[in-house]
């Protein structure tokens, strides 16, 4: 049977990482957190940080590049270190949760990035924080599920093509 090449593994990572983007894109567009003055808002808006606006739209666009990237970046690890795809949940909950922490600590707005656990006396940083968190494990679920279909695709690709 032939080695998986990088090249499929991060094609399987960019396919899985932009269906998982999509999908914590939904989770953060159906979820309204309350700012510091009250007012509901988008909690995908909050995505749109590095981007610099606070728009719908860029929230989405900055959630489908870095989750893109992020699936990029796992599938070049998962074929790298060449690792099982009963693997990849185990995986993604980790890349999941260091997701979480960095972009609550470095990509959220100057105002938003305390620890969130210090800030319980505040329920918008409260909801904020489950917001990401739902999100960050929404999308580490979705790209191991889609990631491991993918190379289980490929394996019986290969499979086929070496019995022909």
């Given amino acids: 049977m032939k080695k998986k090449g990088i090249l499929s593994g991060l094609v399987d990572g960019a396919g899985a990482g932009l269906v998982a983007g999509i999908a914590s894109g939904v989770l953060l567009s159906i979820m309204e957190v309350k700012d510091r003055q009250g007012d509901l808002t988008w909690a995908i808006?909050?995505?749109?940080?590095?981007?610099?606006?606070d728009k719908l739209l860029a929230g989405w666009l900055v959630q489908l590049l870095f989750g893109t990237?992020?699936?990029?970046?796992?599938?070049?690890?998962?074929?790298?270190?060449?690792?099982?795809?009963?693997?990849?949940?185990?995986?993604?909950?980790?890349?999941?949760?260091?997701?979480?922490?960095?972009?609550?600590?470095?990509?959220?707005?100057?105002?938003?990035?305390?620890a969130?656990?210090?800030?319980i006396s505040d329920p918008s940083l409260t909801?904020?924080?489950?917001?990401?968190?739902?999100?960050?494990?929404?999308?580490?679920?979705?790209?191991?599920?889609?990631?491991?279909w993918l190379e289980q695709r490929w394996d019986e690709r290969v499979i086929a093509r070496s019995r022909a």
């Fill in 45 to 53: 808006t909050l995505a749109s940080g590095p981007a610099r606006a």
């Fill in 69 to 114: 990237a992020l699936g990029v970046l796992f599938g070049l690890l998962f074929t790298v270190l060449r690792l099982r795809r009963e693997a990849a949940a185990v995986w993604t909950l980790a890349i999941g949760i260091a997701w979480w922490m960095v972009c609550w600590f470095i990509l959220m707005p100057p105002g938003l990035r305390r």
């Fill in 116 to 119: 969130p656990w210090t800030e």
């Fill in 127 to 148: 909801q904020v924080a489950v917001a990401g968190v739902v999100a960050a494990m929404g999308y580490a679920a979705i790209l191991a599920v889609v990631f491991a």
